[in-house]
């Protein structure tokens, strides 16, 4: 293993374009809805989606950052680091099968993780706050949306409505994410301490992570329910009123 410099650890993180510009789209369409420029489902669709992106994008990367102040010196060379989701390792796990089940099971769904090297993380309890950090990002995101919406003014309904439902998809996908099977961030909190044998299984399982969400999305149906019952009040706690999670839910609805 080559030693860690310093520089390695703590070097500067540059945001890719390709995630500004998704940031652009988010925060253009909020302001448009938000002043009556945008409205109707189209907008609001929009509008969540994106958002919901972003937070895919800052989950990993709250993942990224972590491992590599943690030893894990080789996530620069990874697109996590520089929040670029055309150069993660699995965009396909990680983004578009999160988004799409999300849309059409009506549920936040999380993506797959950010690949670390176990080898460089030393120690238990380093690598259960690498699998943490993801977790942490999305309370983060959480708390941002819970601002953004404390700031709108009773005439911004469509916007508080949206903001709203974007929290409750990020709450369904933090409650999923920590769920302890592999390929979620709930196995990677405890499994350092598992026997080698157990996650050596764990971790052929988590290569699948495509697999585990398609799980996720089929159990939609019989989750989503109790998934909802959770995650609503968590929303209220946070500030935002059920009438507007509802009203959010049901204007980016397609169908």
């Known amino acids: 293993m080559p030693p860690v410099t310093s520089q390695a650890r703590t070097g500067p993180v540059t945001p890719s374009a390709n995630f500004l510009l998704i940031a652009l789209i988010f925060a253009s369409i909020g302001f448009a809805i938000g002043v009556g420029a945008l409205e109707g489902t189209g907008a609001g669709f929009v509008f969540v989606v994106t958002g919901f992106v972003l937070g895919l994008c800052l989950h990993e990367f709250g993942h990224a950052f972590v491992a590599r102040r943690l030893g894990d010196t080789g ?45 460089r993380v030393s120690g238990k309890a380093r690598q259960a706050i690498v699998a943490a950090a993801g977790p942490a990002m999305s309370v983060a995101i959480l708390a941002v949306l819970a601002g953004l919406y404390g700031l709108t003014g009773t005439g911004a309904k469509p916007l508080s409505a949206v903001l709203a439902v974007s929290a409750l998809f990020q709450c369904t996908a933090l409650i999923v994410n920590l769920v302890p099977i ?37 159990l939609c149906e019989v989750v989503g329910r109790p998934l909802l019952r959770i995650s609503l009040p968590m929303t209220a706690l946070l500030g935002f009123a059920p009438d507007d999670v509802v009203a959010g839910y049901q204007l980016i609805r397609l169908w």
Do not use: E, K, Q
């Open 75 to 119: 996530m620069p060379t990874t697109g996590y680091l520089t929040i670029d989701p055309r150069h993660f390792t699995d965009p396909v796990a990680t983004l578009v099968l999160p988004v799409l089940y999300t849309i059409l099971g009506g549920i936040g769904l999380p993506g797959g993780s950010a690949p670390v090297d176990r080898d």
């Open 182 to 218: 592999p390929g979620l961030d709930g196995y990677g909190m405890i499994s350092p301490w598992f026997p080698d044998a157990w996650r050596s299984v764990g971790d052929r399982i988590a290569r699948h992570a495509g697999l585990i969400l398609t799980a996720s999305f089929l």
